[in-house]
Nanobody, 127 residues
Framework: VQLMESGGDSVQPGGSLELSCSAS????????LAWFRQAQGKGRQSVAT???????AYADSVKGRFTISKDITKNTLTLQMSSLRFDDTATYYC??????????????????????WGKGTLVTVSY
């Protein structure tokens, strides 16, 4: 699976942004798909996950502000982000797992569980 993110940009606090991830060479409908992020000097953090069984999980820090969705017909994953804060600044990565089959709402997977990664797209929240 080849994953490619797009949509990263610089945005002011309180603003909105939409990230997209296109997948090629494999249909996404049987995978768990996720967004991770990594701020400078910090570890990679799970943001949101959506699995083939339609289960969804969000990190506590983004609940109510971010929405993950997928379009099987277009083989794409989307992350809608609103009410952005300074601490949302990070490189955002799209990831996929063939091993995970479901997620609980309050349990986002570790990056160790993901099998495929995009190269990332930078989101900067600043004035």
């Amino acid at each position: 699976v080849q994953l490619m993110e797009s949509g990263g940009d610089s945005v002011q606090p309180g603003g909105s942004l939409e990230l997209s991830c296109s997948a090629s060479e494999y249909a996404i409908n049987n995978l768990c798909l996720a967004w991770f992020r990594q701020a400078q000097g910090k570890g990679r953090q799970s943001v949101a996950t959506i699995c083939a069984d339609a289960t969804i999980a969000y990190a506590d820090s983004v609940k109510g502000r971010f929405t993950i969705s997928k379009d099987i017909t277009k083989n794409t994953l989307t992350l809608q982000m609103s009410s952005l804060r300074f601490d949302d600044t990070a490189t955002y990565y799209c990831a996929a797992s063939a091993r995970i089959k479901t997620v609980a709402p309050d349990s986002t997977p570790s990056h160790y569980a993901m099998d495929y990664w995009g190269k990332g797209t930078l989101v900067t929240v600043s004035y």
